[in-house]
């Protein structure tokens, strides 16, 4: 998992002195205009977020739907912080 993490910051840390740095862009209505570069989110599907933040890809990240029923539009409760802790 560290790997992970290691792997990520390496290719993303370059980005992180561009935050700071205003560029001329030009945009699609041909207007050069004053940019900063931001990483503002990360989409990723279930098995790559899974991966990223060490937890099993088998459980719901989000409620407590059984294993076997995952993919399943049904509701089932949310996971209970309290509870976990």
């Given at each position: 998992m560290q790997v992970l993490h290691d792997l990520l910051k390496?290719?993303?840390r370059p980005l992180s002195?561009?935050?700071?740095?205003?560029?001329?862009?030009?945009c699609g209505?041909?207007?050069v205009r004053k940019c900063y570069f931001w990483v503002a989110?990360?989409?990723?599907?279930h098995m790559e977020n899974s991966a990223i933040?060490?937890?099993y890809s088998t459980r719901c990240t989000i409620c407590e739907?059984?294993?076997d029923r995952l993919g399943d539009l049904q509701k089932y409760?949310?996971?209970d912080a309290q509870q976990y802790r």
């Amino acid at each position: 998992m560290q790997v992970l993490h290691d792997l990520l910051k390496f290719i993303l840390r370059p980005l992180s002195n561009l935050i700071w740095d205003e560029h001329d862009i030009k945009c699609g209505d041909e207007v050069v205009r004053k940019c900063y570069f931001w990483v503002a989110g990360w989409l990723a599907d279930h098995m790559e977020n899974s991966a990223i933040h060490g937890i099993y890809s088998t459980r719901c990240t989000i409620c407590e739907s059984p294993q076997d029923r995952l993919g399943d539009l049904q509701k089932y409760p949310l996971h209970d912080a309290q509870q976990y802790r």
